[in-house]
């Protein structure tokens, strides 16, 4: 049974940081492409990073970009978004995800990836 189980999440000031972790269980971690993806309130779920398999490729979101950081520990099956400078706009529910193969232009579409895990809350006051 694959798990994806996310942390790191919390309330932080505009121009701070957190660090979001994925721990990944039932699956062949270092053969998954991993993501992340967020939704705010009212609105739909967005693209935010993703990373390749072992770490070489990595896409980011115009809007986090320069800002967010994704990185892959695949001795430790986990998943790292680093965020700073952050802004009220990037308060939301942030997912990891995690699909086995996939184009280019296939990396910001989240009805590619398998598994999701459940979550976790970062919300950034003005």
């Known amino acids: 049974q694959v798990q994806l189980v996310e942390s790191g999440g919390g309330l932080v000031q505009a121009g701070g940081s957190l660090r979001l972790s994925c721990a990944a269980s039932g699956l062949t971690f270092s053969l998954y492409i991993m993501g992340w993806f967020r939704q705010a309130p009212g609105k739909e779920r967005e693209f935010v990073a993703a990373i390749s398999w072992r770490g070489g490729n990595t896409y980011y979101a115009d809007s986090v970009k320069g800002r967010f950081a994704i990185s892959r520990d695949n001795a430790k099956n986990t998943v790292y978004l680093q965020m700073n400078s952050l802004k009220p706009e990037d308060t939301a529910l942030y997912y990891c995800?995690?699909?086995?193969?996939?184009?280019?232009?296939?990396?910001?579409?989240?009805?590619?990836?398998?598994?999701w895990g459940q979550g976790t809350q970062a919300t950034v006051s003005s």
């Open positions: 995800a995690a699909k086995r193969s996939g184009n280019r232009n296939e990396i910001e579409r989240a009805e590619t990836y398998a598994y």
